[in-house]
């Protein structure tokens, strides 16, 4: 059976040229990067080569970088670190209504526990308001934590603008950059961030693995204390090989993200421009052009349910998504969507293909080939679509 991975922003695989030089520190320089010896100092020169690459992509320094487990650890630290290493200046922390669990479920965590919290809502194209953020902010404010991209549907977000904000007033900001990176310019000067996420197997480095960059003279209380590894920010034996995966994998993203951006863009609008040729009652979720994440293609297809389609794409070997995969196993629409305005009812009917180096015209014709056969088949079982032909017969 032919099969098309269409869910990168889920996870991407392992470039082989990461995997490669992530095997020789299994295998043959295994060594603790904490120990004195050879195989200690070998591992830790390694690591902090990798160190170095994950900077050099988003133009930070080294220095500024802490490995952690990967972008939900990162987010936590981010978030609460901050909280607890500035609760006697203030408790009120402003996040957007589309963030990643890793960040809103922490902020409400914040919430219960004492600290006040607004949540900013967005457009109908899921971008978030600079007056907004701007009118929410109060004496007490410590904290502004927002996305740089949707995961969703792709909305890239004005975090210069907040950002400059946010340090007009003093107040420390966190981005998370987990579904931006490796697909957009990410710089943490250009964007004013102080905090800001990032993820290993979202840019075909290992899972497991992630940073978090926070700027010199933020200061954040750590979640894991022990050994004191990562500058006392992230006790525990580093994943070596995982962290020298993510390395040579910032490595090659800075190298091919233009071309693959452009190779990108032009297959979603493919995707996109066809499923609105080809199937009639489907809106666009998010921005179109510039604005939009260049491998993310969001729609609801009205008079069919999410979930039914993916089984149906599935069974034709297309991998697809109904939203966040991290919460792939909960039968409530989207709160991203939701937070756009959209109902419950055409929310539910959602897709999210998300494109990867790999994806090729071929297989974007399979698809636009399969869904319309889908749906045809799926709306002939649902009552409402039934009315609404019936109605167009009258």
């Known amino acids: 059976m032919r099969r098309v991975y269409l869910d990168h922003s889920a996870t991407t695989p392992v470039d ?8 020789t520190y299994y295998t043959e320089k295994y060594g603790n990067p904490s120990s004195v010896h050879g195989f200690g100092r070998e591992a830790k020169q390694a690591l902090e080569q990798a160190r170095t690459q994950v900077a050099e992509l988003i133009g930070a320094n080294p220095k500024e970088i802490t490995f952690t487990s990967g972008g939900t650890e990162a987010d936590n630290l981010a978030i609460l670190g901050t909280a607890e290493a500035l609760r006697t200046k203030g408790k009120h922390i402003i996040t957007s209504c589309i963030e990643h669990h890793a960040v809103l479920e922490t902020c409400e965590h914040l919430e219960k ?13 899921g971008v978030i308001s600079v007056d907004a953020v701007q009118k929410a902010i109060r004496p007490d404010t410590i904290l502004i934590t927002v996305m740089h991209a949707n995961n969703e549907v792709g909305s890239i977000q004005p975090i210069a603008e907040i950002g400059k904000l946010a340090k007009e007033h003093g107040i420390v900001f966190h ?14 000067d250009e964007l004013n961030v102080d905090l800001l996420t990032v993820s290993s197997h979202k840019i075909y480095g290992p899972k497991g693995v992630g940073a978090l960059y926070v700027r010199k003279g933020v200061r954040i209380v750590p979640l894991v204390h022990g050994g004191g590894q990562e500058r006392k920010r992230r006790s525990g034996t580093e994943n070596t090989p995982g962290i020298i995966g993510f390395g040579k994998a910032c490595e090659l993203a800075g190298q091919r993200m233009a071309e693959d951006a452009q190779k990108q863009i032009k297959l979603r609008d493919k995707l996109m421009n066809g499923i609105l040729d080809r199937i009639e009652f489907v809106k666009v979720n ?18 069919v349910e999410g979930e039914s389609l993916l089984l149906s794409l599935d069974m034709l070997g297309i991998a697809a998504s109904s939203g966040s995969a991290c919460t ?18 055409i929310a539910h009917g959602s897709l999210r293909f998300s494109l990867g180096r790999q994806n090729t015209e071929e297989e974007i014709d399979y698809v636009l080939e399969q869904l319309p056969k889908i749906v045809e088949r799926l709306r002939m079982m649902s009552p409402l679509y039934d009315q609404v032909v019936r109605s167009k017969h009258v």
């Open 175 to 188: 981005v998370d950059a987990v579904q931006s990176l490796g697909k957009i310019p990410v710089n943490v």
């Open 113 to 125: 526990n004492g600290f006040d919290l607004t949540v900013i809502p967005v457009d109908e194209e």
């Open 286 to 303: 998010g921005p179109l052009g510039e604005k939009r994440l260049p491998n993310n293609v969001n729609v609801s297809i009205r008079y």
């Open 16 to 23: 082989p040229e990461v995997a490669s030089v992530m095997m």
């Open 328 to 345: 792939s196993g909960s039968l409530d629409p989207s709160h991203v969507l939701l937070g756009m305005g959209l109902i419950h009812e």
